[in-house]
């Protein structure tokens, strides 16, 4: 990268740094819009998720309301796009956060919500062979997530049976990264509108996910979720795919709230095999999922 780009070389010292390769990259190829959520104003869903770090990763953690003694709690991994990527772990609440942030919510579904934060220079999962990338400094920050949810599992009594992963856009690619990662340590999965690689279905024919996807999307295009839903059915995957018609790329508002298809919209779920479970509702269907 330093010989493309010696501009990136900050200092001038003929080496290129972690953070300087970051940095650039962020500064000139996405125009410099850091935490660009950070102008989040609600304090509940603020104050639901308490501010943490490990080493340079911004996080946030939400738990239960009340932590029962002798009892375990389900973990979720929410995974955001690049709209939160940043230092402020602010900008990593998006949408679905503040669902999961609503009491009548929390009373429902007790459980640990993980929030990491993307920093400049890393994705959710290692570089992607695609056009464009051979010579961008990218750092996998899957990895320090990972090393977030260990130590989370000897602090807290998480129930080790029931991880899930979570996420939209580069997030919801990010799921797909994450439980191909480690498909051993989770009980199901929901991409919304990320992009899937083929390559994966025989390592996760095993994990019951829930795929969402607007056909309407200018960004990340339905077909990748098509595409999943078609490799993993074809592998006796346990996958359901609800597919939403003529929404765009806010397909997460639909998929974090989805309590039943509606025809008349175009809001339809496909089942891949009788193992699909049918429950309607996402909330529901996710913390009925245990590993096997």
């Given at each position: 990268m330093l010989v493309r780009h010696p501009d990136a070389d900050a200092n001038a010292d003929g080496a290129l740094t972690e953070e300087e390769a970051a940095s650039y990259i962020f500064h000139t190829r996405q125009g410099g819009r850091m935490n660009r959520g950070s102008g989040i104003r609600n304090r509940a869903l603020i104050d639901a998720y308490e501010a943490r770090s490990h080493e340079s990763m911004p996080?946030?953690?939400?738990?239960?309301?009340?932590i029962e003694a002798r009892k375990r709690y389900p973990l979720i991994v929410s995974l955001h796009g690049s709209g939160g990527v940043g230092d402020d772990n602010l900008s990593n609440l998006r949408f679905w956060n503040g669902v999961m942030a609503r009491q009548e919510w929390r009373q429902?579904?007790?459980?640990?919500?993980l929030v990491p934060q993307r920093r400049p220079g890393g994705i959710w999962g290692p570089k992607p062979d695609v056009p464009g990338t051979e010579d961008l400094f990218v750092r996998d920050d899957?990895?320090?997530?990972f090393e977030i949810i260990e130590s989370l599992r000897q602090e807290f009594p998480i129930d080790s049976d029931r991880i899930y992963a979570l996420g939209s856009s580069g997030g919801g690619a990010?799921?797909?990264?994450?439980?191909?990662?480690?498909?051993?340590?989770?009980?199901a999965a929901i991409p919304v509108c990320g992009r899937f690689n083929p390559a994966y279905a025989s390592r996760l024919a095993h994990l019951p996910i829930w795929v969402f996807h607007g056909d309407a999307d200018p960004l990340i295009s339905v077909e990748y979720s098509r595409s999943a839903f078609a490799v993993l059915r074809e592998?006796?995957?346990n996958i359901k795919y609800t597919e939403l018609r003529g929404i765009k790329h806010s397909s997460w508002i639909q998929a974090f709230t989805y309590v039943g298809d509606d025809e008349s919209k175009g809001y339809l779920t496909h089942l891949g095999n009788e193992n699909s479970d049918p429950t309607a509702d996402v909330w529901e269907w996710l913390f009925a999922r245990r590993k096997q």
């Open positions: 996080y946030r953690l939400m738990k239960p309301i009340r429902q579904y007790p459980c640990f919500v899957l990895t320090p997530t990010g799921t797909w990264n994450i439980v191909h990662a480690r498909p051993d340590m989770f009980a592998a006796g995957g």
